[in-house]
């Protein structure tokens, strides 16, 4: 399959939206619930500008990937949480690799040191695909979010330190 990787434009987002809406409905994508999707604007102001990129075929976007800042505070503005989702239906070709891998790279020039996720425990395709990107599990946290319908989920928290930024 020939696709690009590419920046993040706001023309993608009902692409990107629709991606994500498929993510929840999985209910190991994600605590977000269905009702609760952001507008492009609240999106955008939520996430960083620089490290936001879609695979994309024929203009239709297979998946995407992109950071939001853990902190407002100085001291963590090299840390960052890592959002990545594929269309369903081209799960398994690659996709997230490439496109996790191109986000690191993407981080690490834009001088982020740290990059950590909070995966659903359940959701083993994501947790084996930051193994594959150079992610450690450093922890899990019981409990820690409850869905829509009443279920518990563990989180698994993984996080990947950059050898480029010089820590």
């Given amino acids: 399959m020939k696709y690009e990787i590419k920046e993040m434009e706001s023309s993608d ?44 075929l024929n203009n239709e976007i297979l998946g995407w990937a992109a950071l939001s800042p853990t902190s407002k505070r100085p001291v963590y503005s090299g840390v960052a949480e890592v959002s990545i989702y594929i269309k369903k239906l081209y799960s ?29 425990k359940e959701n083993t395709a994501s947790i084996e695909l930051h193994k594959k990107c150079g992610f450690i599990v450093i922890g899990i946290r019981e409990k820690l979010g409850k869905m829509e319908n009443g279920i518990w989920h563990d989180v698994v928290l993984m996080e990947r330190r950059s050898k480029a930024v010089g820590i």
């Fill in 13 to 56: 987002w009902e692409q990107v939206k629709n991606i994500y809406l498929e993510g929840i409905k999985t209910g190991l994508a994600t605590f977000q619930g269905e009702f609760d999707l952001p507008s492009w604007e609240k999106w955008n102001q939520d996430h960083i500008s620089s490290c936001r990129l879609v695979a994309i």
């Fill in 92 to 120: 398994g070709y690659g996709i997230g690799t490439e496109l996790l891998n191109k986000l690191i790279s993407a981080s690490e020039k834009n001088g982020f040191w740290t990059l950590q996720s909070g995966i659903i």
